[in-house]
């Protein structure tokens, strides 16, 4: 493992920074954290997570596609796809760690999304390790090891030290080119992690339980609770878009003056023209475009994904819902009819 | 870079044939004067004008047809209005192949057909009704029902009247919704229809209509003593990716653009009745 003294962390991401663009949370200025590009200056958040997740630099909330020039009856397809710069993200957590292979599983199989896959082959990802979980954390309901995050290389604050150690070969050829001291005496980093699994199993959300629903898809897509569950929600896509592993997106147009841009944006399940066709919509009320979201995290993706859930419980749902109705009420609700 | 299906290739429409007061045949070609792409019964592509707006549509034309392809498109939005307002010789992006087929050459092989359309869901069948007729020998007795709301609302009438009721062992009942001056054929729903034909329960049936017509038809057909598993139908969704990533057009944890469009009734049994 290597180390460095805190002190020196600003020295460490400035030799990063030398050679690709550093992103690391740093805080927003309104009692949240957001991913930042390094520069001199800007200071390392200690805040549990970022407001908004990392799903970003892998999967933009806007991104071009392609260009088209018309001119009369003809059209010209430009494809303006551009190798992507290589790039560093420091200090994303285990649970967005993870939204990356549910990402993966949808963008790298079969016809592999060459937008995503672009920024995926060029982002190192370094991954820190949580110390300091909070209220709205359930990971570990997905199997989620806070203290253990993958990513190509991961990272301890503990004492007065940062630990990092590689996971993959790019996070090795990073962290190798950087010139930092490596130690065996890891015990602090161990004492640390015995107490954040202590923090981790006193969390109020430490017992919920992700039940198999896949089993009983028309049990849980025709329960009677989706009426009440759904009562209140206002259709914002607050959760869609906080969420780290909601992946749908549009396609639009836009005439630039001089060329139409095609581009994608994220979307939501949660918009009523989300599924709108001329003759109308499967989802026209507020419960189906609910019950739309929360069957495919807990019924639907894992059904078509081995049993894996499309939730990694990072608990930004259970912060930005204006009406306070989250996943966790869905999953205590669900597991009681489908019992 | 790798290939990306998000990128369209580009085609010509060649020819352009009025069907009915809203629905037009497009042929198109590629720029080299091929085919587009090669596809299979039952599937769709994505066709779209920059700045106007892209769609799915099913390919009407069979497989069979080496020379072009053919979408016949209902003018019913902002795509749709402004592809029947273009004339021959406009470019138009296309991608595709996607989605499943018809199993022309598993389930269906040997057996009998029953073809059942409403309205513009013929489209779709056409081109296996098609590939069928081209394929004659693989397949049994071929009867088609056709109904749409008036004579003027038939899709491809001329095809029909001079290919598909000249061919000797094919059987073609069309119905219109109500009396009309000049028709003297069956007047009456595609449903009842289908009844009153009373087809015998030994062939595979493929259903494609208004969601109404097919909820009707499918059980109608029950009636008849057709169990679920020999009746096929195609499915319509709002869809942007045509690949399964977009996330828009599931029923369940199935996709319409990939693990569709075609379905078997029984198969949609077991998915949420969310269509």
């Known amino acids: 493992m290597y180390k460095l003294n805190l002190s020196e962390i600003n020295a460490f991401f400035a030799k990063i920074a030398q050679n690709e663009k550093l992103y690391i949370p740093a805080d927003n200025g309104k009692g949240g954290a957001r991913y930042t590009e390094w520069a001199e200056g800007v200071e390392l958040s200690n805040a549990c997570n970022t407001e908004r997740s990392a799903k970003d630099f892998f999967f933009p909330q806007t991104e071009n596609l392609v260009d088209f020039k018309v001119n009369g009856k003809k059209i010209e397809v430009i494809d303006s796809r551009e190798e992507c710069e290589d790039f560093v993200v420091f200090g994303v957590r285990a649970c967005d760690v993870k939204s990356f292979e549910i990402l993966d599983s949808v963008y790298l199989t079969d016809p592999i999304d060459s937008y995503y896959k672009n920024r995926r082959e060029h982002g190192t990802v370094i991954s820190l390790a949580c110390s300091a979980p909070e209220e709205t954390c359930f990971c570990r309901t997905f199997g989620i090891d806070a203290t253990k995050p993958a990513g190509d290389a991961r990272a301890y604050i503990a004492g007065d030290s940062l630990y990092i150690e590689a996971l993959t070969e790019k996070g090795s050829a990073l962290l190798s080119s950087l010139g930092i001291a490596e130690t065996d005496d890891t015990a602090a980093v161990y004492a640390q992690i015995a107490e954040t699994e202590k923090k981790l199993a006193e969390l109020p959300l430490a017992a919920l339980e992700a039940k198999d629903f896949t089993k009983k898809q028309l049990d849980a897509f025709n329960a009677p609770v989706w009426a009440g569950l759904s009562q209140t929600c206002l259709g914002c896509g607050s959760c869609t878009f906080v969420c780290p592993t909601c992946q749908c997106y549009d396609i639009k147009d836009f005439d630039t003056g001089h060329g139409i841009k095609r581009f994608r944006c994220w979307d939501s399940c949660m918009y009523s023209d989300f599924t709108m066709m001329a003759h109308g919509t499967p989802r026209n009320t507020q419960l189906e475009k609910f019950r739309q979201r929360f069957m495919h995290k807990l019924v639907y993706y894992p059904m078509n994904n081995d049993g894996v859930y499309g939730c990694v419980g990072c608990g930004r749902c259970l912060k930005k819902c204006p009406i306070s109705m989250n996943i966790v009420k869905v999953m205590k609700s669900l597991g009681e009819v489908t019992e | ?275």
């Open chain 2, 1 to 275: 870079m790798i290939e990306e299906t998000l990128i369209p290739k580009l085609g010509v429409v060649t020819d352009i044939r009025i069907d009915t007061p809203d629905v037009k045949t497009f042929r198109v070609v590629g720029l080299d004067g091929e085919k587009p792409f090669i596809h299979v019964p039952g599937q769709c592509a994505m066709l779209s004008i920059p700045g106007v707006g892209e769609a799915m549509f099913s390919i009407t034309s069979s497989p069979t047809n080496e020379e072009f392809m053919e979408f016949s498109i209902k003018k019913c939005g902002c795509l749709t209005e402004w592809l029947h307002k273009m004339d021959v010789g406009q470019e138009i992006c296309i991608r595709g192949p996607y989605g499943n087929a018809f199993p022309v050459e598993s389930d269906f092989k040997g057996r009998d057909l029953l073809f059942i359309a409403g309205g513009i869901g013929l489209a779709p069948l056409r081109s296996v009704i098609n590939y069928c007729r081209d394929k004659r020998e693989n397949y049994g007795h071929i009867d088609i029902v056709y109904g749409s709301r008036s004579k003027d609302d038939l899709v491809d009438y001329r095809e029909i009247i001079d290919e598909w009721c000249a061919d000797k062992d094919i059987n073609v009942y069309l119905t219109i919704d109500r009396e009309q001056e000049g028709w003297d054929g069956h007047v009456g729903f595609v449903p009842n229809y289908v009844k009153e034909l009373d087809f015998k329960p030994t062939s595979t049936a493929v259903v494609c209509g208004p969601p109404i017509m097919i909820k009707f038809t499918l059980a109608g057909l029950i009636e008849l003593g057709f169990d679920k598993s020999q009746v096929f139908t195609t499915m319509e969704m709002r869809m942007k990716c045509g690949v399964g990533k977009c996330g828009r057009c599931n029923i369940g944890n199935k996709y319409v653009c990939k693990d569709g469009p075609v379905f078997r009734c029984d198969q949609l049994d077991e998915l949420p009745n969310e269509y």
